[in-house]
């Protein structure tokens, strides 16, 4: 099974590559009517678990932004990226690219990136499903056949719209939330306090010193309690899709540039700007009542409903 989904993985990201290049060339022979990009600060290695309370972004906008854009979308290997850069993070660059095209060539287009983002989502469900190989094997498996691979950036999907109106930038803030059981969390640590490894920040000794302290703290909860594992995810840029004779509003995560089309020569799309993150300012519309959590096991982002 192994040896198939190493050569699916192989197949899969060569026809990967040669798509993206002759979509690339396609799109930068396309007529560009505006584009703006944000350039993000570089994270720098060792410190990728850091929190982002503040980000201070760049603007780019014109041809500028487009040869930026095209860079990013085929930004797949780490010796892609300058020295002191994180291996750990992806570049993030939000934005858009607008085109007039014709029909036909917006057809082209089209299919064109339809096979790209099949052929991103063939590998991904490869590397996941397909080898049969555990979650923690995945990057082996990965790099003994590709490398370098910033895996994030080869499954990033490339999202295109059709003749919009407006498209407006934020951030948002969210998190995963997965209820877990007890028995689901004490096989879990029990896992870990058998493992070899411990954390970084900790001897052997002492790694297992906090397992077991962990273990107690669960087995002193009600078996029917309930669990919650809530993991905040950095803070992501987006992007606000409006549509004026629908007055329909669609919003995409934009860890890349939309891209934006329309045969109509007179059709424009207005871009907004994306404001710096500062998260001492965010203001929230409506925050729905959850209910009352407590801190179970910190590492774990894991809480008890109470």
Avoid at 9 to 15: A, G, M, N, T, V
Avoid at 64 to 75: G, K, M, P, Q, S
Avoid at 143 to 148: A, E, K, S, T
Avoid at 293 to 305: G, N, T, V
Wanted: proline share 3%.
């Amino acid at each position: 099974m192994k040896y198939d989904a190493r050569y699916k993985l192989s197949k899969c990201f060569d026809l990967l590559k040669v798509e993206l290049v002759d979509f690339l060339t396609e799109l930068n022979s396309l007529s560009l009517t505006s584009a703006i990009v944000f350039k993000l600060p570089e994270t720098k290695k060792g410190d990728e678990n850091n929190d982002i309370n503040q980000i201070t972004i760049s603007t780019l906008t014109g041809d500028t932004a487009l040869d930026l854009a095209l860079t990013n979308y085929n930004r797949l290997f780490i010796h892609d990226n300058p020295h002191h850069i994180s291996n750990k993070t992806a570049i993030r660059l939000p934005g858009a690219l607008c085109f007039h095209l014709s029909a036909q060539r917006y057809s082209v287009i089209k299919r064109q990136l339809e096979t790209i983002n099949k052929l991103k989502t063939k590998l991904k469900d490869i590397v996941t499903c397909e080898s049969g190989i555990k979650k923690e094997q995945r990057f082996e498996f990965i790099h003994q056949q590709l490398h370098g691979l910033i895996t994030l950036n080869a499954y990033r999907k490339i999202n295109y719209i059709d003749s919009p109106d407006s498209i407006n930038f934020g951030w948002a803030n969210k998190k995963i939330v997965n209820k877990v059981t007890k028995v689901q969390i004490l096989e879990r640590l029990h896992k870990n306090y058998r493992s070899e490894k411990a954390m970084s920040a900790y001897t052997k000794q002492q790694w297992r010193h906090l397992v077991e302290k962990e273990i107690q703290d669960i087995n002193s909860i009600p078996n029917d309690a309930i669990l919650k594992i809530q993991r905040p995810v950095k803070v992501q840029p987006i992007a606000r899709v409006w549509y004026a004779n629908e007055k329909r509003q669609v919003q995409y995560a934009c860890p890349l540039p939309l891209l934006s089309f329309s045969c109509d020569t007179k059709h424009v799309t207005k871009l907004g700007t994306l404001s710096d993150y500062d998260i001492n300012n965010i203001k929230i519309k409506h925050k729905p009542k959850n209910k009352k959590l407590k801190l179970i096991i910190a590492r774990l982002h894991l809480y008890q409903e109470i």
